[in-house]
């Protein structure tokens, strides 16, 4: 066997990189301490202490630190999860080819980079029996999610493509978001990251959605829209999305600060054809380069920015 690779059950493969040489260099500390702090005492070279210890905590520095790369051979859900379980903060989570078919959310964990194969080749599906997005990201600080789709299905259990909250320094790109059911309830979105309506606790912050594709979201449903980021989602950067055929329209903030909203692309937005909306209090923003069919609207967003936004549907059909 390769010594810098594990193999569990043919499905997942682990290659092992050393995060550091911490453990023996605090062996060594261990080691030789009572001798550098006798030297220190006696008053006999006493930079040699200082010299010694400096050293060591160079050693264990995240500059000497290498991240480990997983690499999941197989699209069977029980392989991600336990990829996802077996990493470390830092870790690289390689997704395969195929539909990977989840039982219930997929829960990330804090400094993970989960990455696909591709936006049209590694599939999520879900087969859940019970109400919830695809992908939860809950209570997670730097977390990377990219180059795969999430496909709802059309079925009725799924609310969200992904959900979030009570998270910071997330990273969504090059994902293909589609196929939500409009349902009976708030939604659906292909993401929705919000904190504790209505106040501005526990939201999604410092965080970004790019280069996305979102399609048939909620199409019929009263608030089915591609992106929204609510209640104390603060300084969220959503740019260069592809957003078409949503129940509602595009993008939305509500309630959060400091959101910048570019060089995204917004079509086919039913029902009031809200393009891009922010209101409720999102000041401080700025939307901005974007290409929308219908409205664009700024509601208590003072002060806030809006520049160079085109708006006009391909069809010539006006809303409003």
Known sequence: MNPLSIFNGGSLMHRVVPRSVCSFALRSIAVSLPAMLLVAVRGAFCPLFFAAMSAAVAVCSPAHARAAEIV?????????????????????IRLPAGTITLSDSLRLRSGLRIIGAGQDRTILVSDASRPG????????????????TIDGRMRDIVQDGIGGRNAKKIDLNHLTIRN????????????????????????????????????????GARFG???????????????????RTTGRGGIFGDNSDELII?????????????????????PLSLIEDNRIDHWLSVDAGH??????????????????
């Not at 829209?225 to 957003?243: F, K, M, P, Q, Y």
Request: aromatic content about 2%; some cysteine.
């Open 72 to 92: 999941v051979e197989k699209p069977e859900a029980a392989a991600v999860v336990e990829a996802i379980l077996r990493a470390a903060s830092g870790d690289t």
């Open 133 to 148: 997005p695809i992908v939860l990201i809950d209570g997670c600080d730097s977390v990377e999610l990219a180059h795969l």
């Open 180 to 219: 939500l059911k409009a349902g009976k309830g708030f939604g659906p979105h292909a993401v929705y990251w919000h904190g504790h309506g209505p106040t501005r606790s526990g939201g999604v912050v410092d965080s970004r959605i790019a280069d996305c594709t979102i399609e048939n979201i909620g199409v």
């Open 225 to 243: 829209g591609g992106i929204r980021v609510a209640h104390g989602s603060h300084r969220n950067v959503i740019e260069r999305n592809t957003v």
């Open 262 to 282: 570019r060089n995204n692309t917004v079509s086919g937005s039913g029902g009031e054809g809200l393009g891009i909306e922010i209101w409720g209090g999102c």
């Open 303 to 320: 002060p806030s920015a809006v520049r160079r936004n085109v708006i006009g549907a391909d069809d010539g059909s006006i809303k409003g």
